[in-house]
């Protein structure tokens, strides 16, 4: 677990709201003031020995201010999104949302990439084009976006082995389908990203 | 006395198959005041009939019913006032934890068959202690919010209430507040202050007597006859009441020891203010909030609880209600203008019970709470900041740009009242005039089984006087105290016992031909319940008796007694029991048990199936405070190897249903072992432990230990003497 | 009874074998399903991420406007699907500001939900709808003796805490397995995390969780473990070769979908598709056979 900037040293961290007032105003951040840092998330968490900050951490990171480190921190990449959490926390708070709300705001407003969003972009591309998620164009796309072609291709014979087992069990279809509404998916999601005041 | 024992014997719940119904049967014939016996296995359902039918013919005038523990089917074997039910408890202290067929089980049986005629036959019948013209007006003290919630209570019950209140209007604290915390659900949203109607209701009651700017110069006499001297002015009032609720409520800590809290920095600048401060300023500018130094209203506040709490220096206690009243103070700032920005230093947010909804909503409405310790508060120019040891961020924080500092100080009880030790009350008791208190100040109570109860029989404590509280609980207080001052009255009226021994018609009468006048059963008494005259008499006041034993235990010359409960009657017992030969290898181990815990304890112990030695015999005591020293005298002159006396918990957080009596025990033994000294007994032949209902389990290995350690003694020499 | 179904991608790739072993098992106890015309993909839990709750939610309300006007119960399978189909609705039925902003969008694919559907999770359905006496009837070939570790993993029982069961300590699946003649092994793992999504973005990292998880169902004695969810059986599986490859284990714990495990026991062993799985059951279900 990470060591806060600053902790220890002699200058205190300061209180500024700024932030926090911006997260409360993404979809279900509210939610966020219920917060009372009992750190019920933090110990069901199957992932936190890997978070940078448990979920109540980055939570009181984000009431104090601490944009730069609430944004750096793994944390919302490393949720698996299994919902205990959101089972167990006694405020009703929907951690999980609150968790993908929270990378959706680092990609559109703070660094548009982020070496763990990957796998999302290319899933989401893959959304965009087909309609539907095959496993194995979203695995190609993540892995070229992760290394570029020669990495896509070491990526790709380091993964031959379980590729070619699922293909002969007849588990991967390499051309996926396209849903026919597809023109009519991709607008509904624009007028939706729209009304949020975002656009791809 | 009962000269016509009907003996009833059961073999119901498996104590058939451990015990032989002949020797039984045998003790029962033996006895000479045993008029019938009957067996059955079934005598709790279709044999009941048959008790109940002796009864109804008079063939008997005690019932010796051998079969269940006396916790149980209580109501199925009343058969009434005049009629002695004495129970052998063979199924949960003797079939159920002990060797089925064995010798030492019979023996036991049979022992507790003959204790229990003993009993039986020297019990005569109680009469009831009636006053003849008991009052049933009750008295409030106080007008605050628990003693006009009591008050209405109590009258709209048809009771007549007298209210004496110290200042000239009524209200109490809550005349300076100006909203108050949520005090009906869902608990989310403050409430108006309820002083005005509440008081403008109690003075307009028809059954409501108020005094206000009065104080009680005199209590004396006892429930049911509490004759109480109000003085008003100038002028002096009696009143006679059958019960008291004292609601002097508390007052806020001195702020001016805060100073001695540096990191707090009270004192320095107008604008670092305490709680009730900020709830003056409110009401007075009707909810907004000016700043002090310059009128300012305020946009940034920092609220830090637990001023002068919860410290070893100041008030060691959590005073229960700050915490809420800050949740309160901070929507004052954040209804109106929900830019305002709060932070709330706390390091227990106790937004107890139900105000935990309340705390959600603050929280909803942009309350910025924040875990740790105050390190630094300080003012530069108007521009206050604080500084803390953040256990949320884990490091040192600090906010700035403050407005205003608001520390959440606590409370204490009934400061200008005198508080109870000085005696709001001025009780005309020979212990003293005060409610006794066990620790800052608030009064002494049982206060898990029985919190309003004081130690002074039909003195009720409501509200923060009685332990700090906030208002949902002081409203629920003020109905339980008003209760339990309607249920004193009335019982006092049929010459019944209050808790814990409720409805219990026994009352100790004192043979004062043979009392020397040494004070100890006045000095002894939990309750205070017994006078004294200029001759150093005991003057016992039964109503305000709760019936424990303590001064029968405390009587050198055995004065004292109860008709179903006295010293000789348990020495009877004692010398009941068969004590074999010291070549029998047989040990006798005479266990006192206290009938609150103890007692339950050791039937637990039999339902669970636990084993233990067949030595023991064991005697129920109202109270170890009862323990009257003969006994145990008794009982070595008999042979008995050791006694063991099973009491509760002492000291600070005592279990003791009568206060102090396991502690009264422990001193009277400890006078005990230097006569046993003198009479060549070991003084490991007695000894005392404290069992709670919950150690149960515990009870073989207590039993067992003690029995190993009497057999390392070796018998008693005294048996065969 | 039928229903809408919902299959979602992961039936149409990796866990084709859920796919047909569902709709087997679900013809067999009566349940008729209609799969919904050109649905899309749910957004999982990945497209929240990328493009805010907001509009994932919005596109998988896509799939509920295709199965409006039919008025049937949504029935779904795989557990992120139900987990964003039921999340989705619930918003549509109680969040009024967010169903007219979504009907909007929706209306400029030329779609329109007003939140009348139901979204079910076949379990539930089972539970429900079906019962497990249904169930016992219906069984041909007991699995006496069979050894089973019924693996619920995460978002099945806690997308909606208590639709069907216990969120913490869920049960159903045990008595099904019971029901099917089986025996259900102590597991306590069964709703430890497999990793999730996480195994496909960082697969090094999400080993750990499955290595718990099998070892946790090779000591309870189980001869195979099943899940109701695409994204555990395929992590528990893939995942399983490669920590025997890379870090020296040797599992060999075939992971089935509870479906083709009812297939099985319905004697309808050629529909539960037995032959997609990596590690082979054949030894394990060879006595129930025919």
């Known amino acids: 677990m990470k060591t806060l900037k600053g902790a220890g040293a002699a200058q205190p961290l300061l209180y500024d709201c700024g932030f926090a007032r911006e997260i409360y105003a993404l979809e279900g951040g509210a939610q966020l003031k219920r917060c009372m840092q009992c750190g019920v998330c933090a110990v069901s968490c199957p992932s936190r020995q890997e978070m940078d900050y448990t979920p109540r951490r980055l939570f009181s990171l984000i009431r104090a201010g601490r944009k730069e480190e609430v944004l750096d921190a793994n944390t919302i990449w490393v949720c698996t999104s299994c919902c205990t959490c959101r089972v167990r926390c006694p405020r009703g708070i929907d951690i999980l949302g609150l968790m993908h709300e929270l990378q959706f705001y680092y990609l559109r407003s703070w660094f548009k990439v982020h070496s763990r969003a990957s796998f999302q972009q290319a899933f989401w591309q893959e959304l965009r084009e087909r309609g539907r998620i095959g496993e194995a164009g979203v695995m190609l796309r993540c892995w070229l976006k992760e290394g570029g072609l020669t990495g896509a291709v070491l990526k790709s014979l380091e993964m031959k082995g379980t590729g070619l087992r699922l293909l002969r069990r007849g588990r991967l279809r390499l051309i996926p389908p396209k849903i026919e509404g597809l023109t009519g998916l991709n607008k509904i999601i624009d007028k939706a990203l729209a009304q949020q005041g975002y656009a791809e | 006395m009962a000269a016509k024992i009907g003996v009833y014997l059961c073999s119901g719940c498996g104590i058939g198959e451990v015990l032989d119904p002949a020797g039984l049967l045998q003790v029962a014939e033996d006895d000479r005041r045993v008029a019938l016996v009957r067996e059955s296995d079934f005598f709790c359902g279709q044999d009941a009939g048959l008790i109940q039918g002796d009864v109804t013919d008079r063939v008997v005038d005690a019932v010796v019913l051998a079969a269940c523990s006396p916790r149980f089917y209580v109501k199925v074997f009343d058969y009434g006032p005049g009629l002695p039910v004495v129970r052998v408890n063979l199924r949960e202290q003797v079939a159920w934890c002990h060797e089925s067929g064995s010798e030492d089980t019979q023996m036991l049986a049979e022992d507790a068959l003959r204790m229990a005629l003993a009993r039986a036959g020297g019990s005569a019948v109680p009469e009831p202690f009636r006053l003849e013209n008991p009052s049933r007006a009750i008295l409030v003290v106080g007008g605050g919010l628990a003693g006009l919630t009591a008050a209405l209570e109590a009258a709209r019950a048809a009771y007549r209430v007298i209210l004496v209140e110290r200042e000239n209007s009524l209200g109490g604290w809550l005349r300076n507040v100006y909203r108050c915390a949520p005090l009906r659900p869902p608990y989310a949203e403050s409430a108006e202050n309820p002083f005005h109607l509440l008081s403008r209701e109690v003075e307009s009651h028809p059954g409501i007597v108020v005094y206000r700017g009065a104080s009680i110069e005199r209590t004396a006499g006892g429930p049911g006859q509490f004759d109480v001297t109000v003085r008003q002015g100038e002028r002096l009032l009696k009143e006679r009441v059958g019960s008291i609720i004292v609601a002097t409520g508390a007052g806020a800590y001195d702020p001016a020891k805060l100073t001695r809290l540096k990191n707090l920095a009270y004192g320095t600048s107008p604008n670092i203010i305490v709680s009730s401060k900020f709830e003056e300023l409110a009401l007075r500018g009707g909810g907004r909030v000016a700043r002090p130094s310059d009128g300012r209203e305020v946009r940034r506040a920092a609220f830090i609880q637990c001023a002068g709490s919860r410290d070893p220096e100041h008030l060691p206690y959590c005073s229960a209600a700050c915490c809420v009243e800050t949740l309160k103070q901070a929507q004052y700032l954040l209804e109106p203008d929900p830019d305002c920005t709060v932070f709330i230093y706390y390091r227990d947010l106790r937004a107890n019970g139900q105000y935990e909804h309340f705390y959600k909503k603050v929280q909803e409405e942009g309350a910025v709470f924040i875990q740790g310790e105050v390190v630094h508060v300080a003012d530069r120019g108007g521009s206050l900041s604080v500084e803390a040891d953040d256990l949320s961020l884990g490091c040192r924080s600090r906010v700035e740009g403050l407005d205003l500092v608001v520390l959440a100080t606590g409370m204490i009880p009934d400061v200008a009242g005198g508080g109870p030790e000085q005696g709001a009350l001025k009780l005309d008791y020979r212990q003293g005039p005060e409610l006794p208190a066990l620790k800052y100040g608030f009064p002494d109570s049982h206060f898990i089984c029985f919190p309003y109860e004081t130690r002074r029989t039909g003195i009720y404590a409501a509200g923060s006087v009685r332990e700090p509280m906030d208002l949902v609980t002081t409203l629920e207080d003020a109905a339980g105290a008003a209760l339990k001052a309607i249920q004193c009255v009335e019982m006092t009226a049929r010459g019944q016992a209050v808790h814990p021994r409720a409805l219990d018609v026994s009352y100790p009468e004192f043979n004062m031909s043979r009392c020397t006048q040494c004070k100890r059963c006045t000095e002894e008494c939990p309750f205070g319940a017994i006078n004294e005259d200029a001759g150093s008499n005991p003057l016992p006041q039964i109503t305000r008796c709760r019936r424990c034993g303590t001064c029968l235990g405390a009587c050198p010359e055995r004065i004292v007694s109860f008709k179903d409960y006295s010293v000789a009657l348990i020495s009877s017992m004692i010398k009941a029991i068969e004590v074999p030969d010291g070549d029998e290898e047989k040990l006798r181990v005479l266990v006192f048990a206290c009938e609150n815990d103890a007692y339950p304890a050791l039937d637990l112990a039999g339902a669970a199936g636990l084993k233990y030695n067949a030595w023991v015999r064991i005697i129920p005591l109202r109270c170890l405070g009862s323990l009257n020293p003969v006994w145990i005298a008794d009982a070595m002159s008999r042979g008995i190897d050791g006694v063991l006396l099973m009491g509760c918990r002492q000291g600070e957080d005592y279990q003791c249903h009568f206060i102090n009596g396991s502690e009264l025990a422990r001193t009277r033994i400890m006078n005990v072992s230097e006569t046993l000294d003198r009479m060549g007994l070991e003084a490991g032949r007695i000894k005392m432990v404290e069992v709670e209902i919950i150690d149960y389990t515990k009870i073989p290995a207590i039993l067992d230990g003690f029995a190993d350690e009497l057999a390392a003694l070796g018998p008693n020499p005294l048996k065969g003497f | ?290």
Not at chain 3, 142 to 158: H, I
């Open chain 3, 1 to 290: 009874m039928r229903y809408s179904f919902y299959p979602g991608c992961s039936m149409e790739g990796t866990a084709v074998a859920y796919c047909k072993s569902l709709v087997a098992a679900a013809w067999a106890l009566g349940l008729y399903l209609e799969v919904i015309p050109d649905w899309n993909c749910c957004g999982a839990t990945v497209a929240p991420g990328l493009a805010g709750s907001y509009t994932s939610r919005v596109l998988a309300a896509r799939n509920l406007a295709l199965a409006a006007s039919r008025g049937l119960d949504v029935l779904v399978g795989c557990s992120a699907c139900y987990l964003a189909l039921s999340g989705a609705n619930r918003r549509f039925q109680e969040d009024a500001l967010f169903r007219i902003r979504a009907k909007e969008a929706l209306a400029e694919g030329g779609l329109r939900y007003d939140g009348n559907l139901r979204v079910r999770q076949v379990l539930e359905v089972i539970a429900h709808d079906v019962g497990l006496d249904k169930v016992r009837e219906r069984v041909r070939q007991p699995l006496t003796g069979l050894y089973v570790a019924g693996y619920v993993g995460c978002q099945t029982v806690r997308a909606v805490p208590w639709s069907f069961d216990d969120p913490e300590k869920p049960q159903f699946l045990e008595k099904l397995i019971e029901a099917l003649g089986a025996v259900a092994v102590p597991f306590p793992a069964k709703v430890h995390c497999c990793g999730g999504s996480r195994a496909a973005a960082a697969p090094g990292e999400a080993l750990g969780y499955v290595k718990n998880i099998l070892e946790a169902a090779e000591s309870a004695g189980a001869a195979l473990v099943i899940t109701p969810c695409p994204m555990c059986q395929f992590n528990l599986e893939v995942n399983q070769l490669r920590i025997n490859q890379t870090c020296g284990g040797s599992f060999n714990l075939p992971v089935l979908f509870f479906t083709q495990l009812i297939c099985v026991a319905f004697g309808l062993a050629p529909a539960a598709g037995l032959k997609h799985c990596l590690v082979p059951p054949y030894r394990a279900l060879s006595r129930f056979r025919p």
